[in-house]
């Protein structure tokens, strides 16, 4: 199957006025990203040549998937979208007079990207540019998490008399918020975001009964100076690994039973690391109510966990743009 050739502007578009559908995020983002690079993981996943309608270049659906994620869309949502919007067209490098790919294609498309495992490259590639362009600053990972309900019924007892149902999501899990009523049905984010840029540097997808601490190592990088996080991420073993790698453990401790009442000295630590990682609630504030990731759309622990890692591209570009203008 060959490949659709995009983004060569036709007579309609010079007609268009040059700030008709001006988006000026999309157009910082669409100068400061080195597109070729991504160019170059996306091109495995080009069809062989063969019969049939071409196919739209993948950095072109990589781009709609980026816009989905930047704006919370649905996969319908999103072809609706750059049929409509002249910036989304424009930055996904799709002319006037091209066809959109309808929704079925987008998500045909994201399947490929999970089952090629290039997401997770990606991601590497993008931390890989934020980094040479210096905004990684190393100074410390703030670690935290958070729960997103899945869009799939919740699973119910059985009846009297009626066999046990099968979950529609089989990976998703419950969980409660101490302090909290109810329960939350669905899968849990957790993040290491630089600390002074909130850049996302880690993401980690699971069912939201998994506990905070038990992903946390794999959210460290070891190059930065620090690691803070709350008391759900305080062990002994943690504190010393860390202080084996000459990195601050800056985690917050809580009472146990053998001491219920903590001292002074290490209620006035916790509320020192309380001030300095409140800005990790910025990041998750942003991706769930902004970016519309309170709602895990699609089944199965991969495609939430594809959700969640387009997700955290998209705030680091939009991160990028913010922190150079």
Not at 87 to 106: I, K, M, Q
Not at 138 to 160: F, I, K, N, Q, Y
Not at 235 to 249: D, F, S, V
Not at 294 to 315: D, E, H, M, N, P
Request: proline residues 5%.
């Amino acid at each position: 199957m060959s490949i659709k050739q995009s983004g060569q502007f036709s007579f309609v578009d010079a007609l268009v006025a040059g700030g008709a559908g001006r988006n000026d995020r999309l157009d910082r983002l669409s100068s400061l990203v080195k597109w070729y690079r991504f160019e170059k993981i996306l091109a495995r996943l080009r069809p062989e040549a063969g019969a049939g309608r071409p196919a739209y270049s993948p950095l072109v659906m990589f781009k709609a998937l980026l816009l989905q994620s930047l704006y919370g869309l649905s996969d319908a949502d999103l072809e609706d979208a750059i049929s409509d919007r002249l910036s989304f067209r424009r930055f996904a490098g799709l002319g006037l007079e091209e066809t959109v790919p309808d929704h079925t294609t987008l998500c045909r498309f994201r399947n490929l990207l999970i089952q090629a495992g290039l997401l997770e490259k990606l991601f590497s590639e993008l931390d890989r540019q934020l980094d040479q362009a210096g905004l990684i600053l190393r100074r410390g990972t703030m670690l935290d998490a958070t729960v997103m309900e899945t869009s799939a019924a919740r699973p119910h007892g059985p009846r009297l008399g009626a066999p046990d149902a099968p979950a529609s999501d089989p990976d998703a899990a419950f969980t409660r918020r101490q302090g909290k009523p109810g329960s939350s049905y669905g899968y849990k984010a957790h993040a290491g975001v630089d600390q002074g840029s909130g850049i996302i540097r880690t993401i980690i997808t699971t069912p939201a009964n998994i506990n905070d601490t038990v992903p946390a190592d794999q959210l460290i990088c070891g190059d930065e100076k620090a690691v803070l996080a709350d008391a759900a991420y305080h062990t002994h073993a943690r504190e010393a690994a860390l202080k084996a790698r000459g990195i601050k453990p800056r985690l917050m401790r809580r009472p146990n039973k053998h001491h219920p009442e903590l001292p002074p000295r290490l209620k006035r630590l916790n509320r020192l690391i309380a001030r300095q990682r409140a800005a990790v609630e910025t990041t998750f504030a942003t991706l769930k109510r902004r970016m519309g990731l309170s709602v895990i759309r699609y089944r199965g622990l991969a495609k939430a966990a594809a959700q969640v890692t387009l997700a955290a591209i998209a705030f680091n570009m939009r991160r990028w743009v913010t922190l150079t203008s």
